[in-house]
């Protein structure tokens, strides 16, 4: 009798530790730029690695104590930690890599231009696209552009930078003798204004020498 007793409650906490998590809100998965976000054991980029979850998959929130969430991807059956920048409340809608839809090129007279990882200042850069560089653009969101460089590296660029034409063939316009700090200085603090609202704030941090 205790034997049976025994079996049956090591079955009852068996299923309750291989039970689908129900609960909690359904997010999805929002990383266009890569196609997938990975699943890490823990809270960080030190974590191992055991899943990359597509762009657009279903997720349900188990926690989240900080910017990481602890997530069970459903699609791979897998709990486990995703940064919950690269997470959305609405399905994002499908990129279609391989459909070129334009040709742009980088007009960005006063330095080079960051290409981000996500739609907005707020993303991570990965590298920076010199003035005059061809790009292929793939899709949008806003005021930003997903393109893709000739070494077929993906990320987002905005759009008030990107011209259908090449630029005047001359070396890159800089402010003259006005230091580097300076320009980055000016660029920082008007980096998440757009358009002409972002040239106006340019201008005025860096007035013309006469």
């Known amino acids: 009798m205790l034997r049976l007793f025994a079996l049956l409650r090591a079955l009852v906490f068996a299923n309750a530790a291989t039970a689908t998590p129900s609960n909690g809100p359904q997010l ?8 997938f976000l990975n699943l890490r054991s823990g809270p960080s980029t030190r ?6 979850m597509q762009h657009r998959s279903r997720v349900t929130l188990l926690a989240q104590p900080g910017a990481w969430a602890k997530v069970y991807h459903h699609k791979s059956d897998t709990i486990g930690w995703a940064h919950g ?3 959305s ?7 279609k890599h391989q459909q070129v839809q334009s040709i742009r090129w980088v007009d960005a007279p006063y330095g080079d231009l960051n290409l981000r990882k996500g739609p907005g200042t707020g993303y991570h850069i990965l590298r920076e696209i010199h003035n005059g560089m061809k790009v292929e653009v793939l899709g949008r969101s806003d005021s930003w552009r997903l393109v893709r460089l000739e070494s077929g590296l993906l990320g987002w660029a905005h759009a008030d930078f990107l011209a259908k034409h090449p630029p005047h063939n001359q070396p890159p316009a800089q402010p003259p003798h006005r230091p580097h700090s300076d320009l980055q200085t000016a660029w920082d603090a008007c980096e998440h204004l757009q358009g002409r609202a972002f040239r106006g704030c340019l201008s005025q941090r860096l007035p013309s020498n006469r």
């Open 89 to 95: 409340h609405e399905k994002p809608a499908k990129v």
């Open 47 to 52: 974590y191992q690695v055991i899943d990359k």
């Open 28 to 35: 999805f998965v929002n990383a266009p730029s890569d196609g």
């Open 85 to 87: 920048r690269f997470l």
